[in-house]
C-alpha cells in the first residue's frame, strides 16, 4: 500500500491537501477583485517609495495608509477559504496523519519495554542532558535514529514530568540537516515542506491568487 510508505504518503496527501486548499481559494475568493486589490497596492507601493525619494514623508504616509486599508480588505476576502481550510487541515493534522504514521510515547516510570509495528524492543534512560536512551541494549541520543521493521523512528524528546520518551516515526531523510528540524522529518515536518514547495505551483495550476 503507497500510504505504508511515510515518504510518498506524506508526499501525496500534502500535494493533494495544497491543490484542495488552492480551488477552495479560487471558488471563495474573487479572482479579479483580487487581482485589482493586488496592482491597487503595489501602484500605491512605488508610489510611497517616490514620495519617500523626494522627501515628502507626509505624502508617503498617506499612500502607505491606503495600502494598509487596502490589506484588509485582502483580508477580509480569505477569511472565507481559511475557514473552510481549517475544516479540512484540522482533521487530518489531529486524527488522519497521526494515525498512519504514529509516534511511539514510551512511559519510562512504569515498563521497561515497548512494542512498535509488533516488536518488542527494551529501553532504559541513561542520561536526560544530553538524552541518551539504551535501546535493545544500544545507546542512542537525541536526534538519532532507529529501525523498527519497516520503520525509522528518531529519538526526539524525553519529557521528565510524565516520564515520558518520545520516538518520532520518520517520514522523510533529507541529504542536508535543517535548524531544529535535523535532516530525518516526522510526518509535519515533511508535510510542511512539501506544502512551501508546492502551494504556488497548485495556486498557478487552478487560476488562484
Known amino acids: 500500500m503507497v500510504f505504508e510508505n511515510a515518504t510518498v504518503g506524506v508526499f ?9 486548499i488552492s480551488v477552495f481559494y479560487k471558488i471563495f475568493m474573487d479572482q479579479d477583485e483580487l ?32 495600502v494598509m486599508e487596502h490589506s484588509k480588505d485582502q483580508m477580509k476576502m480569505q477569511f472565507k477559504p481559511m475557514i473552510v481550510t481549517f475544516i479540512v487541515i484540522i482533521p ?12 511511539a510515547t514510551v512511559p519510562l516510570g512504569e515498563a521497561d519495554t515497548f512494542e512498535y509495528s509488533g516488536v518488542e524492543k527494551t529501553v532504559a534512560l541513561e ?70 514547495g508546492f502551494s504556488q505551483v497548485s495556486r498557478k495550476m487552478v487560476g488562484a491568487r
Open 35 to 66: 487581482k485589482k486589490i493586488k496592482e491597487k497596492m503595489n501602484e500605491l507601493q512605488e508610489k510611497s517609495k517616490e514620495a519617500r525619494k523626494e522627501g515628502n514623508e507626509e505624502e508617503a504616509m498617506k499612500y502607505t495608509q491606503e
Open 92 to 103: 487530518l493534522f489531529w486524527f488522519v496523519l497521526p494515525g498512519l504514521y504514529p509516534s
Open 12 to 20: 501525496l496527501i500534502s500535494v493533494a491537501t495544497s491543490l484542495v
Open 127 to 196: 542520561g536526560e542532558d544530553p538524552l541518551q536512551v539504551l535501546i535493545d541494549g544500544e545507546l542512542y541520543g537525541e536526534n538519532d535514529v532507529i529501525r523498527i521493521n519497516d520503520y525509522r523512528l528518531k529519538v526526539n524528546e524525553y519529557r521528565a514530568d510524565d516520564e515520558e520518551l518520545e520516538l518520532l516515526r520518520v517520514a522523510a531523510r533529507l541529504p542536508v540537516s535543517l535548524p531544529f528540524w535535523g535532516n530525518a522529518l516526522g510526518w509535519l515536518g515533511w508535510y510542511i515542506l512539501v506544502s512551501l
